[in-house]
């Protein structure tokens, strides 16, 4: 069950780190964590001793002691998410390993920080976010309303990723355009509690979520209804927000948003996209990008790539569940996992081999 709110009562403004806005950065690089000489060495000595290995062949124990060096990194990340919402690790070593090497590497700094979840219905926890020459939106066909934003090239609305935490390492740039940017969600709260409190209600309430066809048969090809936002005791608020699957739902259940649905959407968009509430990030090769998902949405502009397919902007991502860390494990399972915890999206993979072994024995019963 989410948290229930009074609605006669407004709740408070949130305080602290989380609700911050662009400006505050302006002399503040606080976020950034380049790694040190010696951590680039480990990332490379253990990229040589994983040669050929499979990422899902890699065990907690090993990945710690390769990586250990990287730990006091890692750690002042995680602490950073649990108050700002974001940090950027600058510095893996991605022009000196093979592209299997990246993979091995990225999903082994993943593992330092949480448990890796599959991101897809072909459950993939590696996701490539690159161009496929896809159309992204919905006023096509079904399968044009079916394609994720991270397989296009298009412009990419404020929205959050459905785990707790989402990173991406950059491998390659575009050609022109394809920067990040990040907006708080507690500060786009504050800006509705002060300024249009007439949609709050609406906010709280929360929509339905397209699963865009990823369900698995008997499951529903929407959510529940998810809050956009979740005031808490303790001052946090939680966020969940990512129009176009909004929209998708409304389209799926055969029920239109109404007016002042709408209206609350377009204000949450509005203020995200008021001049001095987004920090833009370019990504440079090797930057790895992490956001806490119920604080920060992010979006993205359009971009040109490089006639040559290798030489192509390519982002791995990484879908993180923090397990019992606060504050993520204080966030409730709807606004927590409702999102993406379907079909064969937001599985470990101990989750995912224990379906495969029970699906064996069935078959030979």
């Known amino acids: 069950m989410t948290t229930s709110h009074d609605p006669a009562v407004l709740p ?42 499979d990422f899902a062949s890699l065990g907690a124990d090993e990945v710690h002691s390769k990586l250990a060096a990287l730990r006091p990194t890692t750690q002042a990340i995680t602490e950073r998410l649990a108050d700002g919402g974001f940090a950027l690790m600058r510095g893996v070593p991605v022009d000196r390993l093979a592209p299997d090497g990246i993979a091995l590497a990225y999903w082994a700094i993943g593992m330092l920080f949480g448990t890796g979840l599959s991101q897809n219905a072909a459950a993939d926890f590696l ?97 529940e209804r998810i809050p956009v936002f979740v005031p808490h005791a303790d001052g946090r608020v939680g966020c969940r927000y990512a129009r176009s699957y909004i929209l998708g739902g409304a389209q799926k259940l ?36 992490l956001l806490d998902n119920l604080t920060v949405v992010h979006g993205r502009t359009a971009y040109e790539d490089d006639p040559d397919p290798a030489r192509r902007r390519f982002l791995h991502r990484l879908w993180l569940d923090l397990g019992d860390q606060a504050p993520w494990s204080r966030e409730d399972a709807t606004m927590r996992r409702a999102f993406a915890r379907f079909g064969r999206l937001g599985r470990t993979l101990e989750e995912l081999r224990a379906d495969a072994q029970s699906q064996a024995q069935g078959a030979h019963a």
């Open 12 to 53: 408070r403004p949130v305080q602290g780190p989380s609700a911050w806005k662009a400006g505050d950065f302006e002399h503040d690089a606080s976020w950034c964590f380049a790694l040190a000489p010696a951590q680039v060495e480990a990332i490379l000595e253990a990229g040589r001793a994983w040669s050929g290995r």
């Open 127 to 223: 996701c490539p976010v690159t161009d496929r020459g896809v159309d992204f939106g919905y006023s096509g066909s079904d399968s044009q309303r079916n394609v994720r934003g991270y397989q296009s090239r298009a412009d990419l609305n404020y929205h959050c990723d459905p785990t707790d935490v989402v990173g991406l390492l950059c491998v390659r740039q575009a050609m022109s355009g394809g920067a990040s940017t990040i907006v708080s969600t507690p500060a786009i709260f504050n800006e509705i509690l002060a300024r249009h409190p007439e949609h709050l209600l609406v906010l709280l309430r929360g929509f339905a979520y397209d699963r865009k066809g990823e369900e698995q048969a008997g499951e529903a090809p929407v959510t």
């Open 254 to 289: 055969g029920v239109p948003l109404t007016a002042e649905e709408t209206a609350a959407l377009d204000c949450f968009d509005a203020i995200a996209r008021r001049p001095g509430m987004a920090l833009r990030m370019d990504f440079l090769p090797g930057d790895v990008q």
